[in-house]
C-alpha cells in the first residue's frame, strides 16, 4: 500500500532555516506545481523508456531525463 505525501508546510519548515509562513492559496499552487513536475518528469520518462524498447520505466530512464527537466523547469 502506498504511503500518504508528507505535508506541504511540515516539509517546507523543515527544509527552511527558519520558520516559515505559507499562505493557504499559495500551499495549494505550490502542491499543484509538483504535481505539474512530476507528470511531466514521469512522461519524459516513459518516452526515454520507449526508446529503449523497455516495458517497464527504471530509475535509470527517471535519472537521465531529470536533469534535462530541472533546467526546463529552472527557465
Do not use: D, Q, W
Not at 3 to 32: D, F, Q, W, Y
Amino acid at each position: 500500500m502506498l504511503k500518504k505525501p508528507p505535508k506541504l508546510k511540515r516539509t517546507v519548515r523543515a527544509k527552511a532555516k527558519g520558520n516559515v509562513n505559507i499562505a493557504t492559496g499559495s500551499e495549494a499552487m505550490i502542491e499543484l506545481l509538483i504535481v505539474m513536475f512530476l507528470k511531466g518528469l514521469s512522461e519524459e520518462a516513459k518516452a526515454k523508456a520507449f526508446e529503449e524498447k523497455s516495458a517497464t520505466i527504471g530509475a535509470h530512464h527517471v535519472r537521465a531525463v531529470s536533469k534535462k527537466m530541472l533546467k526546463k523547469a529552472r527557465g
